[in-house]
């Protein structure tokens, strides 16, 4: 086994390796590092090792790299999945076997924001969606419409991830994607409508009745897995007639309304900063250097958000709020 901290002649040795031989080393030690992506890149690296897996890895050329994105797309394979092929590809290389330099000259098929949607739900749309949501979607989709929370995010909330108070959601890095990154936790200020449905829902008693501490529950039950959630949404897009799936023209998906919320942050008039500490993304160019908004600015955020919100939603939609969540 090789190490980072290879002398010349170990690198040598690994000039003579074949792909499949640098792809074992790759998984072996990723594996013992609990890598958390590691089935998507034993998957991504078996696919090019059906072409690639007996030649050397320094034998490789950019123009064989290049014409194997083209025929993987030609195959039917979305321009995302081959881009992982390669993303994982350029990993093992550059981790395993430093000295070699082939995959440093191609450039990622995946153009950034060639994979990036811009649909976004109308206020009419996302008011039909919520008449035909079941109960525990509704929920839901009003805490992710008021907060730009993901999906994960929601199901994995937690009764101690929330302030006695109700005035703060603080998410841990471990269930935020920015989170395995910068392992920093994430603050969202609770608006209004989403303080409604915590109410609602009222806080279970979890040391005396055994019940779950987790937030948003499907009958009793934690929301396990994302499956259920994207079943549930579905079947309400269907009944609300709103096209839904990446392959239907002009059709939604979950992720959409993280978008719709940035959107109608900036219509708000919320400050880029505030909108992007709010959503845990991080600032960019100098402003991570000379920003640093607090508690009292994001929910001085929120609140004009929200106030923006329930205006474009219409009185019909507090009455509904009312309705849905008490």
């Given amino acids: ?8 002649e170990d690198i040598d040795a690994q000039r003579h390796w074949t792909f499949q031989n640098l792809t074992d080393w790759f998984l072996e030690n ?21 072409v690639f897996g007996s030649r050397l890895v320094r034998s490789i050329k950019p123009l064989e790299i290049e014409k194997y994105q083209k025929d993987r797309i030609e195959v039917g394979r979305k321009r995302a999945t081959v881009d992982y092929e390669i993303t994982y590809a ?5 981790v395993g076997v430093k000295a070699f330099k082939a995959f440093n000259r191609i450039k990622k098929l995946l153009v950034t924001g060639t994979n990036a949607r811009d649909r976004k739900f109308s206020a009419n749309e996302f008011i039909k969606l919520l008449d035909k949501a079941p109960e525990h979607l509704r929920h839901v989709l009003i805490v ?15 009764w ?15 269930i935020i994607k920015e989170g395995r990154k910068t392992t920093k936790p994430k603050v969202i200020p609770v608006s209004n409508n989403v303080r409604r449905v915590l109410v609602a829902l009222r806080r279970p008693q979890v040391v005396k009745t055994g019940r779950t501490d987790h937030v948003f529950t499907y009958r ?17 897009c269907e009944d609300a007639k709103i096209p839904y799936g990446a392959k239907v023209k002009n059709g939604v998906q979950f992720r959409d309304i993280r978008t719709t919320v940035k959107t109608w942050m900036l219509n708000a008039g919320v400050r880029g900063a505030y909108r992007d500490t709010i959503l845990g993304h991080s600032l960019k ?3 991570k250097y000379y920003i640093k908004p607090d508690e009292t600015n994001i929910a001085g955020a929120m609140t004009l958000y929200t106030d923006w919100l329930n205006a474009q939603l219409g009185d019909e939609f507090g009455q509904r709020l009312v ?4």
């Fill in 285 to 287: 160019g100098m402003d």
């Fill in 160 to 174: 101690s991830m929330v302030d006695p108070d109700l005035k703060f959601f603080r998410l841990p890095a471990e």
């Fill in 30 to 50: 990723k594996k013992s590092d609990e890598f958390r992506s590691y089935d998507r890149a034993e998957g991504a690296l078996n696919k090019f090792n059906e």
């Fill in 1 to 8: 086994m090789v190490d980072e901290g290879s002398s010349a």
């Fill in 90 to 94: 350029k990993q093992a290389v550059k």
């Fill in 144 to 158: 992710a419409i008021n907060t730009g929370m993901r999906k994960g995010e929601i199901r994995k909330l937690k």
């Fill in 323 to 326: 309705n849905m969540v008490g």
């Fill in 220 to 236: 009793g039950e934690p929301i396990k897995s994302s499956g259920g959630l994207r079943r549930s949404f579905k079947k309400a």
